[in-house]
């Protein structure tokens, strides 16, 4: 299956989002900076180093500090803590997880963005007394004290607001609401696949986005990289859960096979195949902004890297998408090295990261030296 890379003349169409990268205060990540970004760019590296990390930076930047962002990847760690209330012991997000070595104070900061400090987003604590906030009944009181700790996110003069709680017993940070949200900055689109499979749900609201349009046609092609033209139609059918039995719940994926006389379920197809969907579906829903993939060999056979990244970075290209992406794979990295060295016209960039005394640091490898490794077998992950 052999996608096309649109030819386009020198415009915003083929300007990336970030041209590099720098993070400080990040959780596991004191400091680190990438001089230059691709259209996509694949983080390898050991386990632990801070991969997956660098993805939730790019969700948090995409979104410029959305609530809902910061919310999902702390539940997607698990950092929760105990707290006490009227009603007993209940669980809450703790939020100095988000933080350089889980420690908060008043001042304490992150920075994520290019290395230009205007185009930075910061996060940093601030006291309540400092805030002169107005809550939604217009009285400031009713939402601060002075002694209220205050999560403040600032990019481009636009701040949003988010009160923090401070447990003495065991040091944890949590949020009691979400104060303020004045924050009118432009906000990118960006998409998590990974390194799970995408759920049902999840598959259909992507669906529902590119039914029917050209778009839908990038999931078909995504399934013929496994199948070739055997795949002949896609289709999500069903409802939203109305009731206990699980096999009338929700929306699921069909295909129609050649030379079956019935359809087949997505999944009865194996792991690959949702993947693969999931990513296509996944990038054609996100025009103009950012996808980001962990884990990306997770369920894709070695054989089909190298036509999976020249789907990723055709549809990439194409839609003036930026991919970021992580792997532990040789396989992967081999295949997302053979794709970008074909396709001239689209920069792929590999970023292996290092952790040595608690100090993260990226090594940065061209399309040239990301060929010349492979084809040598240099260890690059």
């Known amino acids: 299956m052999k996608m096309t890379v649109e030819s ?13 990268l720098s993070i400080s205060g990040l959780r596991g990540i004191e400091n680190i900076s990438i001089s230059r970004l691709g259209r996509a760019t694949l983080f390898a590296g050991e386990n632990g180093v801070g991969k997956t990390t660098l993805l939730d930076a790019i969700r948090i930047y995409a979104s410029q500090s959305h609530y809902r962002v910061l919310q999902k990847i702390l539940q997607n760690r698990e950092e929760v803590t105990t707290i006490a209330d009227e009603d007993g012991a209940t669980l809450a997000l703790d939020w100095r997880a988000l933080f350089h070595d889980r420690h908060f104070r008043k001042g304490i900061a992150i920075s994520i963005g290019p290395k230009a400090e205007h185009q930075k987003l910061h996060i940093k604590i601030v006291s309540g007394e400092e805030q002169n906030i107005r809550g939604r009944n217009g009285n400031h009181r009713d939402i601060f004290e002075g002694d209220d700790l205050i999560l403040q996110a600032e990019f481009k003069g636009e701040k949003r607001f988010i009160r923090m709680i401070s447990d003495d017993r065991d040091s944890s940070l949590y949020s009691r609401r979400l104060v303020e949200s004045h924050h009118n900055a432009p906000v990118f689109r960006c998409e998590s696949v990974g390194p799970e499979l ?13 039914a029917l349009t050209d778009n839908e046609d990038h999931a078909l092609e995504a399934l013929r990289l496994i199948f070739g033209e055997k795949v002949e139609r896609v289709a999500v059918i069903g409802d939203e859960p109305r009731t206990r039995n699980p096999c009338l719940n929700g929306r699921r994926v069909i295909v129609k096979v050649k030379g079956e006389k019935s359809t087949i379920p997505l999944k009865g197809l194996g792991d690959g195949a949702v993947r693969l969907f999931g990513v296509a579906l996944a990038l054609a829903n996100n025009k103009e902004g950012f996808v980001v993939i962990d884990e990306a060999e997770n369920g894709i056979h070695h054989s089909v890297q190298r036509d999976f990244w020249r789907m990723v970075l055709t549809i990439a290209h194409n839609q003036n998408i930026q991919v970021f992406a992580t792997t532990h794979s040789w396989d992967c990295v081999k295949g997302f090295a053979q794709a970008a060295t074909e396709l001239s016209k689209v920069d792929g960039r590999l970023v292996r990261i290092e952790k040595s005394d608690d ?3 990226a090594v940065e490898y061209s399309e040239e030296e990301l060929d010349i490794a492979t084809r040598q077998h240099i260890e690059v992950r």
């Open 8 to 20: 386009s003349t020198p415009s915003a169409k083929n300007d990336i989002h970030l041209s590099d």
């Open 359 to 361: 100090q993260v640091s």
């Open 198 to 210: 995408l759920s049902n749900r999840d598959i259909a609201r992507f669906w529902d986005n590119v």
